[in-house]
C-alpha cells in the first residue's frame, strides 16, 4: 500500500487527489479538519481510498 500525507489548503488537496488516481491510499491532514475531510471525501467520490485528520505544523510561537 502506498501513502501519502499532503496539507496547505488548494494546492495539497489537488496533490492529493492526483496521488489517489495513480491508486495511493491518501492521508490528508490540515488545520482545518473539515478541509482535510472534504478532500478525502472527494477522492473517494472519485473511486481513490484515504484518510483525514486534523493537524497544526505550525510552532507555538508562529502564531498557530
Known amino acids: ?5 499532503t496539507s496547505f489548503g488548494d494546492a495539497g488537496a ?5 496521488f489517489a488516481r ?3 491510499f491518501v492521508y490528508v491532514t490540515d488545520i482545518n479538519g473539515e ?3 472534504g478532500t478525502v471525501a472527494r477522492i473517494k ?3 481513490g481510498d484515504g484518510a483525514s485528520a486534523t493537524v ?3 510552532p507555538p510561537f ?3
Open 1 to 5: 500500500p502506498k501513502a501519502v500525507e
Open 14 to 18: 489537488a496533490i492529493a487527489e492526483r
Open 22 to 24: 495513480e491508486g495511493a
Open 35 to 37: 478541509t482535510a475531510a
Open 45 to 47: 467520490s472519485a473511486g
Open 56 to 58: 497544526d505544523v505550525l
Open 62 to 64: 508562529a502564531g498557530g
